[in-house]
């Protein structure tokens, strides 16, 4: 999904580059990975796979032929047939672990929890050093000479662009975003602008609009910045990519919430904190997306500029970064976007604007204003969205020659527009200025929170219990609880936990490669080590039991969805209006549907991932090869052979990614869970925040990475070998 | 072959690779001179602060209905009545106190009592000063919903508590009885007491206030029995009658083990506290700040219009301040 | 445009009073694999193993085994294999594209494998131009931009890059398509870019790799005369790479054809397909229509007396084809007839055996 987490990943095969291949076995096996993430983010970086091939070495000279001949339908067939002797072969060696862990366990008698022999305690020293850096963050060398600058850069940043938005006022803010708009994509997606802008003042949220607009545009500036380098490094260096990418990669399944307490530890609560955090989350994207762009640029166009004796550098600014532009602008797109889910999330640590009323509505359980400043939120993010998205389109686009004739026309007509656009916005803002209406009036402004409220109210009122036939949310709540989550928590928790390191090793294994299986252990040790296995485990179960509902929800959705390109359309809105609503906003009506406790966590992260899993797997489905359908009609097949035959076993990377992506997503909103009862790691992280507890947090936000990890893992498509 | 023409060739690289060493040098120079000058971040406002030259304060706004009354309030006051423009900031307890004694904050209006904090800010750092009493008293305390003590009398004993455990069962409580508890960041000793009383239940966090609020309606609304961790003052009494359960009475200083707590909450006078930079040069507001004081049922009449009239806390501070002109003419004086 | 083949064989028969060739290569290796493993393999044991034998052997890769010829100051050299042969990989070793592993590379007599990076970039920029099969374009400029693409690399300024990209585009009949993206060119328009591009700095050598492979048939077809008449035009020296044989012999001056990275056969394309040097290339040229590559040269026999002035008179360089043209006609054998000597005389036998196949005993004892 676009907002909270960043969907793209590139592949991570280990013998990408360097080595040699044999002739005839050009590697060009097309990333699911790489394809379903971009999708994931309604992007194609088709061009991405086409040019996948090794090229720094060509054996047989002919590589170019093959790249194009080869890059067919993924293996995935090939793969299926590979696995089942491969699993066998695999599992050999685990029963010798299996053998050599045994005696372990046996030395650690006792329940099935993680002995505590084997446990560290972390709790003094970080507590120590969360009150050093507290008692000295306002005499220490570090802070008054590094921290404090950065600190003091971001407030500067932060208040210059806030201060310009609010002399530009209402009108020149909405001109002008209207005006780029119209410049870049068109007069409807101007209008879409302009009327999203003129929502947020209708809804009485100008001010907070443009607190969030302001870090936004710092942070994503910075993230933008700091990505695009590290993406260079990594792309223009096999050895760096090789020491950035397991970093990205961890960063990429963190839940944003596990971010926040370091920072809040170094900067305080306030808005440096939140930008820095903000930076932190959106950076990743953008770096991978660079390196991938870099990596990925067409290795023939790269060779005529070296044919032609360029430089290194005049390679790289000639050729390899305009090649990469689309990946780059994806990259920003997709920095904009997790900016802007972050930045929400930050609001608990003092972010302001939009994310704070949506917090500061939660705490009076108002759903109606948490709704009103949700709603700037998504349309900010269908606009950034649409117009980034415009702007990558009009960069691959084919210009018009007939209006591109003449070179001194082409340059001065850029100019001038440009020109043109900026004389209008202040043209606009001095208006503005003149009608001394620099904030939106208040006499304009809509109020929808009593309406919501109540509608709210009625469907709680209706909905909770006595239901008949199906019974209230209050008694699924209860039978989810009590049959699904209950007996799946106390089978994780009273199973030896070797049996468990075990079983993570075998799937790890059965899906990935040993690599994978032992990042998978190593995880889950770790979390034995933190001492907190007891709750990871119950943070598991209610992952486990929301990946399954939201799979089962998301194929059928899909499924459905895959028939009719009609009910895509349709579809399309509501998916990005769930995937960019803060997540904070449909917490409380799912406690007032739900209860408090571990179902309404489970509930929200259902909401949240199904999205993303409808997206994929749509895609997946209605991307199958036609050939292959058209075959299977002229069969005779029916439509649940055609379903289940062809485009199932064909969508297979498609679905392995939805999963990939709900496990993921599903852990991100079951540990904001903490808020609404869903206990376990996400209560100890809002309580280490809450609490300033560096020992509580950090080891929870620790658990979680391994917990992040662990899943990623035995979720990722398997490769081969 | 055509001879060659003559090319204009770039400066060479040694050239261009000068040009970059003069760039680098100039950015150092420039990291350098900025970092000349100490930055302590400790003493930085919101970038939103004061952005169009007006004076500004920034509260502390609490996750509780009480707290956002109070703050409404005071910004109300001090915007119409002292023309300052006020910033509000939702930030939990703990770390309000950071954020005070950073400054980003200007002052905490209704404070339950932080002694590890007041020692650290107050009396070490003196970075904090104390506002005095909010004129709220608070407590902390188990409840359970009236109309089921009215059925139960004896449930109001912490004794006959486990009577009724089984009645208290919920899908979360693990068989049995649920305490419910809110916010982890509110002051709760309840698992302690649980233990230590030896009392069939099981804590169970809402997470939030906001989630605590919401199953308590919804509860009452079912007229089911439940247990839970609250505090008064707070408006949900108005909308959900709830009734103290008596724990062993609060002596002092039987609280000071958090592992062996077996005694109630004691009764918290509520305290405000001010950034001590502010507090000295604040002027009129710090001034106001300090006069700022109220009693149970106002702050109450006010939360009940936030969060059950669903007013935004300006219009239901505007309200009051209109009907309440005597109570708070003294503080702006 | 109607070219005769033969037009643009510069008389091969003159070559001695070329100077130095242009590029000299000599025992020239290329071997993929592990650095230290691949340096070790060229005169090592291993050096004659059969691709999947040294593969087993070594883990490593010879693409270019041990290959020695010159190229010649404005001939068109053409290399020709099926892929896999490593022909591209050769063509990039020539500019150390790609650096290969062991031999001798020198251009105009100066060493290759001794420059430096400058140097080395500067032979690119000036000296040896390439044209590839998949183009090679920036996809983000316009025609023009891409043709000056190259001198912009060289660091010549803008209004004197465009003025010459512009007379390049010109030259390879793209006028009006300037300000096009490559993206809405057709496949023979894009090579035409890449074309311009690369003789829009003057190289002394032109590269090509497989440049028409990628094209439809007649497209391609039109690309091979427009290569013809730029050499037939300028005379520049050519390295060709081609997998098709027909391409090689309609552009050839030479041919050196490859097999397992190694040359199996090096020679005019009259050579090539008169007399195979193996099987394999036997087998390779079997499909060739002989009359339209074999010259009167080789089906002449020696002149009896009395036919040596009488009868049309054949340059030694007219083909089988056009010489049973001229015997139909005249109804009698022809003269071959180079600067005024008569070297032999082709009659109906002689050129049907050729077409036929048959070997030309005549012909051999002519050569002999």
């Not at chain 1, 803002?429 to 109020?447: C, F, H, Q």
């Not at chain 3, 590029?23 to 070790?40: M, N, Q, R, Y």
Request: net charge neutral.
């Amino acid at each position: 999904m676009t907002a909270a987490t960043p969907s793209v990943r590139d592949p991570r095969d280990p013998s990408d580059s360097g080595r040699p291949q044999a002739p005839g076995t050009g590697r060009t096996r097309p990333d699911a990975r790489d394809e379903g993430r971009a999708t994931a983010g309604r992007r194609d970086t088709r061009e991405a796979r086409d040019t996948r091939e090794a090229r720094d070495t060509r054996p047989d000279g002919d590589g170019p032929t093959r790249r194009h001949a080869s890059t067919g339908r993924p293996a995935a067939a090939r793969a299926t047939a590979l696995f089942s002797h491969r699993a066998a072969r695999k599992l050999l060696p685990l029963a010798v672990a299996a053998a050599l862990l045994v005696p372990l366990a046996l030395a650690f008698p006792g329940a099935g929890s993680w002995p505590a022999q084997l446990a560290v305690d972390l709790s003094g020293p970080l507590g120590r050093a969360g009150d050093w850096i507290i008692d000295h963050r306002d005499s220490h060398p570090l802070f008054l000479y590094f921290f404090g600058h950065v600190s003091n850069a971001v407030v500067i940043c932060v208040r210059a662009v806030y201060t310009v938005l609010l002399a530009a006022g209402w009108l020149g803010v909405t001109a002008l975003a209207g005006l780029v708009a119209w410049r870049l994509a068109g007069i409807r997606l101007a209008l879409t602008c302009v009327a999203a802008f003129a929502a947020c003042g209708l809804l009485g949220m100008w001010v907070p609009t443009m607190q969030t607009l302001a870090l936004m545009a710092v942070a994503v500036t910075a993230a933008v910045a700091v990505g695009a380098l590290l993406g260079l490094a990594a792309g223009l260096s096999p050895r760096t990519d090789r020491a950035l990418r397991p970093v990205l990669d961890t960063m990429q399944v963190l839940p944003a919430f596990a971010y926040l307490l370091p920072m809040v530890l170094v900067f305080g609560i306030g808005v440096p904190a939140a930008v820095l955090a903000t930076v932190v989350y959106a950076a990743p994207p953008m770096a991978r997306l660079t390196a991938l762009g870099l990596r990925d640029a067409d290795a023939g166009v790269l060779e005529a500029s070296a044919s032609l004796g360029a430089t290194g550098r005049q390679r790289l600014f000639s050729a390899r970064l305009p090649l990469a532009r689309r990946q780059l602008l994806l990259g920003v797109n997709q920095a904009i976007m997790t900016g802007l889910s972050m930045a929400v999330i930050a609001s608990v640590i003092g972010a302001g604007g939009l994310g704070d009323r949506v917090y500061q509505a939660l705490a009076s359980v108002d759903v109606g204003a948490a709704l009103a400043a949700g709603i700037p939120i998504v349309l900010l993010a269908v606009v950034l969205d649409r117009t980034a998205d415009a702007a990558g389109n009009r960069l691959g686009a084919t210009p018009d020659p007939a209006r591109e004739k003449h070179l001194l026309r082409r340059v001065f007509g850029g100019w001038y527009g440009r020109l043109l656009t900026v004389l209008a916005a202040v043209a606009a803002a001095v208006a503005g200025r003149i009608a001394d209406t620099s904030l939106w009036p208040e006499s304009w402004t809509v109020p929808i929170a009593e309406p919501v409220n109540r509608a709210v109210a009625w469907m709680t009122a209706h909905l909770y219990s006595g239901v008949p036939v199906v019974g209230g949310t209050a008694d699924w709540s209860a039978r989810f609880t009590g049959w699904v989550l209950d007996p799946l928590r106390t089978g994780l928790q009273a199973a030896p936990w070797w049996t468990l390191l075990l079983l993570a090793g075998a799937v790890a294994l059965l899906v990935g490669t040993w690599r994978t299986a032992l990042t998978a252990v190593l995880a889950l040790a770790a979390i034995g080590v933190l001492g907190v296995w007891e709750p990871s485990l119950d943070t598991l179960s209610q992952v486990l039991a929301a990946v399954a509902v939201t799979l089962v929800l998301g194929f059928a959705i899909a499924v459905g969805a895959a028939r009719s390109a009609r009910a895509q359309r349709l579809l399309r809105p509501v998916l990005d209006v769930c995937q960019t609503m803060p997540q904070f906003v449909y917490l409380i009506p799912v406690v007032a549907l739900f209860g408090v406790g571990r179902a309404p966590a489970a509930a929200a992260a259902v909401v949240y991932a199904l999205p993303a899993v409808v997206r994929i797997t749509t895609q997946g489905l209605s991307e199958v090869n036609p050939a292959a359908m058209e075959a299977a009609r002229s069969l005779g097949a029916t439509r649940s052979q055609q379903l289940w035959q062809v485009q199932l076993p064909l969508a297979r990377p498609a679905l392995l990614l939805a999963v990939n992506q709900a496990v993921v997503l599903v852990l991100a909103v079951v540990i904001i869970g903490g808020l609404v009862g869903g206990g376990a790691l996400g209560y100890d992280v809002v309580l280490g925040l809450a609490q300033g507890d560096l020992a509580t947090g950090l080891v929870a936000g620790a658990a979680i990475v391994c917990l992040g990890l662990l899943l990623d893992r035995v979720t990722q498509p398997a490769k081969e070998a | 072959m055509p001879a060659r023409p003559p090319r204009t060739v770039r400066p060479p690289r040694t050239n261009r690779r000068r040009r970059l060493a003069a760039a680098l040098a100039a950015t150092t120079g420039l990291a350098v001179l900025s970092a000349c000058g100490a930055a302590d971040m400790t003493r930085q406002s919101s970038p939103y602060a004061a952005a169009q030259g007006a004076k500004t304060v920034t509260l502390s706004v609490q996750s509780w209905v009480g707290a956002q009354a109070n703050t409404a309030v005071a910004s109300y006051l001090l915007e119409h009545e002292l023309g300052y423009r006020v910033d509000t900031v939702q930030v939990d307890e703990v770390p309000a106190w950071d954020a005070l004694s950073q400054g980003r904050v200007d002052a905490i209006l209704e404070d339950w009592g932080h002694p590890e904090q007041e020692d650290r800010y107050v009396k070490g750092k003196k970075t904090i000063t104390p506002g005095g009493d909010l004129g709220v008293t608070g407590h902390i305390g188990w409840f359970v919903p009236t109309y089921f003590a009215e059925e139960h009398p004896d449930v109001t004993d912490w004794k006959n508590l486990d009577k009724y455990a089984d009645q208290m069962r919920t899908p979360e409580s693990r068989g049995k009885g649920q305490l419910m508890d809110g916010s982890p960041s509110y002051v709760t000793n309840d698992k302690a007491l649980v233990k230590n009383l030896d009392l069939d239940y099981e804590v169970v966090f809402a997470g939030s206030e906001a989630a605590q609020i919401t199953q308590i309606k919804q509860f009452a609304k079912e007229r089911k029995p439940f247990l839970t961790y609250w505090y008064t003052p707070q408006w949900l009494f108005e909308r959900v009658p709830m009734t103290e359960v008596k724990l062993p009475e609060y002596k002092e200083g039987c609280d000071a083990d958090p592992e062996k707590v077996a005694c109630a909450y004691p009764h918290t006078p509520l305290q405000k506290y001010l950034n001590t930079r502010f507090s000295e040069s604040g002027g009129k507001a710090a001034a106001f700040l300090k006069k700022f004081h109220w009693g149970v049922e106002e702050q109450n009449e006010v939360s009940l219009m936030i969060a059950e009239e669903k007013l935004p806390p300006e219009q239901a501070a505007k309200k009051w301040v209109e009907n309440n002109r005597e109570v708070w003419e003294p503080w702006v004086r | 445009m109607t070219h005769d083949v033969n037009a643009m064989t510069h008389d091969p028969a003159a070559p001695e009073a070329a100077d130095t060739p242009v590029f000299s290569v000599g025992g020239l290796w290329k071997v993929f694999g592990p650095k230290a493993a691949a340096a070790k393999v060229p005169g090592s044991e291993h050096a004659e193993l059969a691709p999947a034998a040294l593969r087993e052997a070594t883990g490593c890769t010879a693409a270019v085994r041990d290959v020695s010829f010159d190229v010649r100051k404005g001939e068109v050299f053409v290399v020709m294999g099926l892929s896999g042969s490593g022909k591209s990989t050769l063509v990039r070793c020539l500019t150390r594209l790609i650096e290969p592993t062991a031999g001798t590379l020198s251009i105009d007599g100066e060493d290759v494998l001794a420059m430096d990076a400058a140097r080395l970039r500067e032979l690119r920029r000036h000296r040896a131009a390439m044209v590839f099969q998949h183009f090679g374009l920036l996809p983000h400029r316009t025609v023009l931009d891409n043709v000056a693409y190259g001198l912009e690399i060289q660091g010549v300024s803008r209004a004197e890059r465009r003025a010459k990209a512009a007379e390049m585009v010109a030259k390879v009949g793209l006028d009006g398509l300037e300000d096009r993206r490559p993206g809405q060119l057709s496949g023979g328009q894009q090579q035409r870019v890449g074309l311009a591009r690369a003789l829009a700095a003057d190289p002394e050598v032109l590269l090509f790799d497989e440049p028409f492979s990628a094209l439809d048939p007649l497209i391609r077809r039109e690309m091979q005369d427009e290569v013809a008449r730029l050499h037939h035009d300028e005379g520049r020296t050519m390295v060709f790479i081609t997998h098709d044989l027909a391409e090689a012999l309609r552009l050839g001056d030479r041919i050196a054809l490859m097999r397992d990275g190694r040359i199996v056969q090096l020679g005019t394309p009259e050579e090539i397909v008169g007399s195979p040097a193996d099987d394999y290339v036997r087998e390779f040229v079997r499909d060739v229509p002989r009359e339209q590559v074999l010259t009167v040269r080789s089906a002449m026999r020696p002149a009896a007396p009395g036919e040596a002035d009488q009868g049309p008179a054949l340059a030694p360089a007219t083909t089988v084809v056009e010489a049973i043209e001229a015997v139909a006609r005249s109804g009698g054998p022809a003269r071959v007839v180079d600067r005024g000597r008569c070297l032999g005389v082709v009659d109906d036998a002689a050129l049907l055996a050729v077409v036929a196949g048959l070997p030309a005993p005549a012909a051999r004892e002519v050569a002999a």
